[in-house]
């Protein structure tokens, strides 16, 4: 039975990734045979070009990438957690109107942030450095952070705040030693998902990191698009890549979310 | 207005149902309620200078770019002159709109039921902790990885008429070809199976984490009382699931309605306007030919805005009636 | 009401997000955005990003600018790109010091007010084909100097028609041109592939065609209008040319060339490195008009620009690195390496001595037209995006040629007004 649902998962798992493999595919396949029809199925006599180019070229924008995840997350937990624990708990008045506002917050093109961004960082001087792309790629993540946040905690029992009350703890210490602890599946979605917008982020590092010294991976990939011309075995190639590391860091990540936290917590 | 978007669902069938703004006030795990309400705004603070420091801006500029009428010299002068309602009386006007609304409803009502019930049927598979779960969990993630520019591209490689796969494997089971990105029949279909590819993994995640959740007694009691599988699911478990759903179903839908570079990147919104939405043609006026027309984009931008704005309050309605 | 308590807190909070602000500019390096500096940095912008900074062209800058006796910075961006960028840079006064665009950006940009003319700098620009400086021309003003051309050809696979029986000399028109497409059919190999994407790119394609034809911009759905884009609707019907082709880029279009299958494609001189590695034996033959010999082709290819700075002092020394980037030898460097065709007469002999092949393309930019040209200016993406969105309804079946073209028009006439 359990070894059913793993073929089974196996099966699904292959289902959504076939479009990964059909990048993978592309990235091992010479130029010449990018549209042969039929279409090869695998890269037989496919080229290592792509990845010559790649591993020559690439592997300092995969480190500005991992750091500007890696920021976008802290910054996204520090200002989304507290936040959503006061809109979920403490229900302050016109926390409804901060969470519509946050909603709203979204739907502003990321096109037109940008520019704003543009204007802002240039008087700043933070335009082309990483701390500024990891402030701006923020904006992704930390509306949905604090709305993720809310979502999640306002599923955690009243009665576990009231008995840290009760211990005279400062809704402070609550928060920290309480809340936070038995949010830790909040907290990894999150994080994941700040994680991969900033990895994934274009038109913020394009805007605001285009002429730095220190850029991402998705501006790394322009190297393979010309005005006239576009490599995409090399292209593929930079995307296979730079999904290692970061799938790894998923995997690590998604052992953490854990099973009936609250429970355990109401129990304690 | 003042009403939460996102807690006024019953966190658990025990706790108070937090309804209405009055009684949502009296319902907080009380002590002083002014002093609490400090506290509450203290830890809110961060987000809201946050808010006003990185929103405001520009939030003020799509506004204003939608009220005045932008040349190109104008948009770099600065002393573009003010227009009113112009550009929104264009849109309005365009004959774009009719389609450009159809899709953008079509799209983003089809690809949310779609991700979400897959997503949620996954969540629940892989709940079940099996061998490799929690691998092939963070498997699913992969597709978010990859920059869009990739995964749209493998798309419409896989789609294309002539050398694509997803044709090729249906001559092989000796069904006709279609024109997936060139034929104005499908073109709207093709980037909505795209666009659910790309949505299954965040609806995945965040429902399973909510799923993680939900207090493991909850599911032994009703076990102890005979449900099966299948009522345990719908009596029980979606039930506590509500305020994760409810979420990622909005969530769901902001990041829906403003989906472009996918749709941009496979057809251009074409052929002839066939899956074009109000987030590609807004794109499409301020940077899809060599003049850009700030005016009438910001002012589909701001339609969308107000779009988002209807289908929160729609949201708001129906918790307040379910409560 | 009020709790000191809660006060502090929210001042706290305030100190928290201000030192992240202030944590953030630590890390910016000082003069980082090019102008202001009194210094020696000097900032070119370029759209080959596909050059990093050991190639002959980040080279070439760096040299230039060791010449004027400044440090280059250089940006390459994506092309699409470039012009958002510049536009917004030239908002905030930050523009670069030379900036090198596609030429039918040239007017927008001018229009804009972004651009130095070529007599404020002191840009000699004589020796500059005309057909070529047009796109740069905009009421009697040059904003810039062309850096090189390319333009659309058809190549094809020699083989193939070969098998077919179809001698590529003959084809001098139209109607010989659908007629070898007919016989390459009968020997179940396939026609032409082109681009006819919604973007500029495909109306780049079209317009060979349209031009053949005899049509003009000003007209969309004039009698000869029409038949180029039956041209086009006829081939897809009849399947000489894929359905594909609606959503090809050029490069998408030669990749289905270079799998070898495809009798003609309709591509740009750019292509010519990536011709010699298909493996098959390939030969150019310029583009027919509809009653026979060249139609004139659409010209592609970047200008150098010298964008407004609020500093003028400047200006001698951009005027120094745009005429060490122009200047004859370096030319011929930039322009091998991008595979394009030289601007002036002189070079374009050079190439062609340093390689005969490059003849045909030399004549086919010598017949090529700007787009902007015929003082359309920036009126031109006015017509341009009603056109593809024109051949994009026809050859997708859900218009007939004339009645897009006829809406083409209509749209046109009302954004060109």
Redesign the interface.
Known sequence: M??A??V???I??AI??F??Y??IN?SFTR?????????H?FPLDGTLEGYRAVLD?QLPYLGTSLIVGLGTVA?TL???A??G?????????????????????????????A??????Y?R?????????L??ADS?IA?P?G???F???M?????EL??AA?IDGAT?WRT?VSVILPVSR??I??VS??AF?WA??D?VFA??LD???DAQP??LG????????????NA??AT?VI??IP??LL??L???Y???????GA?KD | ???????G?P??PS?PA?GG?GA??EG??G?GRRG??W???A??A???I??LA??A???Y??LD?SLRHYTVRSFVQGDAPFSGFDNYRDVFADPAFGPALLHTLTFTVVSIAFQFAIGLA?AV???????????????????????????A???T??L?S????VN?AL?LIHVDPVNWLTSPDWALTSVIIANV?IG?P?NL??L???L??????VHEAASIDGANGWQRFWRVTFP?LR??S??TL??GL??T??V?DLIWIMTKGGPADASITF?TW??RF??GSLLPEFGPG?AV?NL??VM??FF?LLYIRFQRRQA | MTTTRGRLRAAAALVISAC??A????????G??GTGAAGGDY?IWD????F?DGSDWVKLLTRCGTDAGVTV?R?????T?LTN?AL?AA??S?SPDVLIV?NPVVSTLADAGVLTTTDELKVDTAAVEPNLLAAGRIGGKTYGIPIGA?TLALYYNKKILDGAKVDPAAIKDWASLTAALEKVKATGKKGITFSAIGTEEGSFQFLPWFWGSGAGLTQLDSAQGVAALELWNGWLKNGHAPNSVLNN????SW??F????FAFSEN?T??LA?AE???FEYGIIPIPSQAGGTAPAPT?G?FVTAPVQTETGRYPVTEKLIACLSSADNAFTTDTTLSYIAATEAVQQKQVAANPQLAVWVEAVKAAKGRTSDDLGTKYPKISQPLWTAFQAALSGSASPAEALKTAQTTAAAATK
């Not at chain 2, 002539?162 to 796969?165: A, K, R």
């Open positions: 359990r070894r649902k793993t089974l998962g196996l699904f798992t959504m990734l479009p990964v059909w990048m592309v130029d010449t045979d990018m549209r042969a029809d039929p279409p199925l070229q910054l520090a200002l989304s507290p936040a624990f006061a809109l979920a708990k403490l229900r302050p008045k016109g926390g409804g109107v901060l969470s519509f506002v946050l909603l709203i917050a979204q739907m502003i093109p990321g096109i037109i942030m520019m704003g961004f543009y204007a802002i240039l700043l001087g933070v335009l082309n450095t990483v701390g500024g990891i402030l904006t930390v949905f604090v709305l993720i809310t979502a999640f306002s599923g955690i029992p009243d705040i009231h009350m809704t928060f599946n909040a990894v979605t994941l998902f991969l990895w994934s274009f394009t805007t285009g002429g730095g991976i998705t990939i322009y190297h393979y698009i010309g005005n006239n011309n576009q490599q995409w292209i593929m995307a730079a999904s970061a799938t998923l995997i990540a998604q052992r979310v854990a099973a009936g936290v609250t429970a109401v | 207005m003042a009403h939460d978007v996102t807690t669902v966190a658990s706790a937090g703004a949502r006030a907080t795990p002590r609490g309400h506290t509450a705004w830890f809110l961060p987000i809201v946050y808010l990185f929103y801006y520009p939030l500029r799509n770019l996954l598979f892989f709940a079940q902790n099996f061998r490799l779960s929690a691998t092939l969990r963070a498997l699913f993630l992969v597709p978010w990885l990859l920059p869009l520019i990739v995964s591209s493998t798309w490689w896989m294309n002539d050398s694509g796969i090729h001559e590819w299954i965040f995640v965040v399973y984490s909510g993680q959740a939900i207090p493991a007694e506590l305020p994760v409810a979420i909005l969530l902001v990041y309605l403003k472009f987030a807004s794109y301020s940077f910001a931008g969308l805005i988002a704005l929160g | 992240l602000l944590g953030c500019s630590k890390g910016s390096e000082p980082a955005s900032t759209p080959y990003p596909q990093d910075k940006t390459g961006y994506d092309t790109d960028k917004l908002q905030q930050n596609d390319n880029t050029q490069t998408t990749q289905e270079a799998a070898g299958d740009g750019w292509q990536n590695k298909t493996g592609g970047e």
